[in-house]
């Protein structure tokens, strides 16, 4: 044999297996397609889910340590809510008031309290328009937990919230968006058909909490605004006001959280029996229910890649077969010449990992330049692709090639030499 270590057979195999791939353009391309696919996923899923986490952690230190959050009913999950009180009773409880805020406040365990609605609204400048963007209502003290910085311009006082003072602060998104590079300060802008004037330019750094309160957004337009602005100007829809709770230093979560909860029953006239009518999520749980939402998301995808590997390994097999059956007098000269069983079996098992592994560079590639995508079009997503990304990208397409190559390479080495050497 001209080939005698696996080192040098591998060689070999990668050589034949590139002949084949131009030999078989249609065949060998849909294989590689359903690998690439498959990685792709993986890749890409396994990127931004990473940009996302380090993202969300991020925003979750912005507001401190012990800080924790009171929602007028429960967050996250899956419960499935058709309106009733059978699916989801919780949509009966009462909206948290300022009252209660305003009692909260007053807790010797309590720094501050932060009262906050998200929803969305039209924007207007001159003849530049925005017919949905975000819309952040706060009180006045929100600067105290939230991690961003305001320059130029100021946040609102407490007198404007109270009076509600139609002034608002817009985040970078939003001042591109309207204004172009002019600046924005002391400029009066319509929302929802009613004049604010511009008084500062917020510039994010993380949110409060991420998602579920998202102060200035990173990411997507966005306007700040009082409070009781928002109250009577806007329309503002006061059952979705929640809180953002920050304890005084030296304080613990479980302390400040069972003075809040104490105080909210006892301001609600709760019995000692009933259930809550509010929820507080502290940090930890709401990283679970974070971790417990992608992860849905992610096992979904790992799915849809094995789907896209499971394509590709049926066309490995696919390619391989009638690889074996236009190479049979081929593989009846070799075995004549002295090559074993473990030749031919080692030499067809490259053949398909290298259709694997070319496959999987492909999806590699494209998954590596949407993590690129996400980072330049987001910059509050740091989505980036681990070694470990790579390592088990290309791991996983040479399991793919051996196990779907594993019946064309045992066939090739079955074969006997005399009967192959007479195939026509």
Not at 68 to 82: A, E, K, L
């Amino acid at each position: 044999m001209r080939f005698l270590t696996p080192f040098s057979m591998a060689f070999e195999g990668i050589g034949i297996a590139l002949d084949a791939l131009r030999a078989n353009k249609v065949r060998a391309g849909l294989t590689i397609m359903g690998v690439a696919v498959g990685v792709f996923v993986v890749v890409a899923m396994s990127s931004v889910v990473r940009g996302i986490n380090e993202s969300f952690r991020r925003d979750i230190e912005a507001a401190g340590p012990t800080s924790f959050f009171v929602y007028r009913r429960p967050i996250g999950g899956f419960n499935v809510c058709d309106g009733t009180d059978e699916t989801c009773p919780e949509r009966r409880n009462p909206g948290i008031t300022m009252d209660e805020v305003a009692a909260l406040e007053r807790l010797p365990t309590i720094r501050a309290v932060t009262a906050h609605v998200g929803t969305s609204a039209s924007f207007k400048y001159k003849d530049k328009v925005i017919r949905s963007a975000g819309l952040e209502a706060y009180t006045a003290n929100w600067t105290e937990i939230d991690g961003g910085d305001i320059y130029p311009g100021r946040s609102f006082t407490y007198a404007e919230n109270a009076t509600g003072a139609k002034v608002v602060l817009v985040n970078d998104k939003l001042a591109e968006q309207l204004f172009g590079t002019s600046d924005p300060m002391d400029k009066v802008i319509r929302i929802d058909d009613v004049d604010f004037t511009v008084i500062g330019f917020y510039h994010y750094t993380a949110s409060p909490m991420g998602t579920p309160t998202s102060a200035g957004g990173g990411d997507s337009p966005k306007a700040i605004v009082p409070f009781e602005s928002a109250r009577r100007h806007l329309n503002l829809w006061m059952r979705g006001n929640n809180l953002i709770v920050k304890p005084h230093t030296g304080v613990t979560v479980e302390e400040a959280v069972d003075d809040v909860t104490a105080t909210l029953r006892g301001k609600r006239g709760l019995r000692p029996s009933a259930k809550n009518n509010f929820d507080i999520v502290t940090q930890d749980r709401l990283w679970a229910i974070y971790q417990n939402l992608f992860g849905t998301f992610f096992v979904v995808g790992l799915a849809l890649s094995s789907v896209g590997l499971l394509v590709g390994g049926v066309g490995v097999i696919a390619i391989m077969m009638i690889s074996v059956t236009e190479r049979t007098r081929e593989i009846g000269v070799r075995k004549a010449l002295g090559a074993t069983r473990w030749t031919i079996l080692w030499q067809f098992l490259v053949e398909a990992v290298t259709l694997t592994g070319i496959g999987a560079s492909v999806g590699l590639i494209l998954g590596i330049l949407v993590a690129l995508g996400v980072r330049t079009a987001f910059p509050a997503i740091p989505a980036t692709t681990s070694w470990g990304s790579v390592a088990a990208a290309l791991g996983i397409s040479a399991v793919t090639g051996v196990i779907f190559g594993m019946l064309p390479a045992v066939r090739a080495a079955r074969l006997d030499p005399v009967t192959a050497l007479r195939y026509e």
